[in-house]
Nanobody, 115 residues
Framework: VQLVESGGGLVQPGGSLRLSCAAS????????MSWYRQAPGKERELVAS????????NYADSVKGRFTISRDDVKNAVYLQMNSLKPEDTAVYYC?????????WGQGTQVTVSS
């Protein structure tokens, strides 16, 4: 099982980034996919999640209206489009797959929002 995040980097406040998470080794389409983030000295927090077939999405209040989660079950990938980025969005962003008792995490990608 592998989850590999990409797309992080340094961006100015107000800018945009698109994170990608490529999955392999499990039945991707059956899993709920989520993005989490962890800032230095803080606990890991849920950013957004999307159910199988993309039927439902959920967002943290802090990113509603700015971030969009989506998935491609043909490419086995999940994405996080991040717009209007703020310095407080700076964190390591992780991809997670979950189905009942099964849970997999990626290694994370750093997002830094700074001028």
């Amino acid at each position: 099982v592998q989850l590999v995040e990409s797309g992080g980097g340094l961006v100015q406040p107000g800018g945009s980034l698109r994170l990608s998470c490529a999955a392999s080794g499990f039945t991707f389409s059956s899993y709920v996919m989520s993005w989490y983030r962890q800032a230095p000295g803080k606990e890991r927090e849920l950013v957004a999640s999307i159910t199988s077939a993309g039927r439902m999405t959920n967002y943290a209040d802090s990113v509603k209206g700015r971030f969009t989660i989506s998935r491609d079950d043909v490419k086995n990938a999940v994405y996080l489009q991040m717009n209007s980025l703020k310095p407080e969005d700076t964190a390591v962003y992780y991809c997670k797959a979950r189905l009942m008792a099964y849970e997999y995490w990626g290694q994370g990608t750093q997002v830094t929002v700074s001028s």
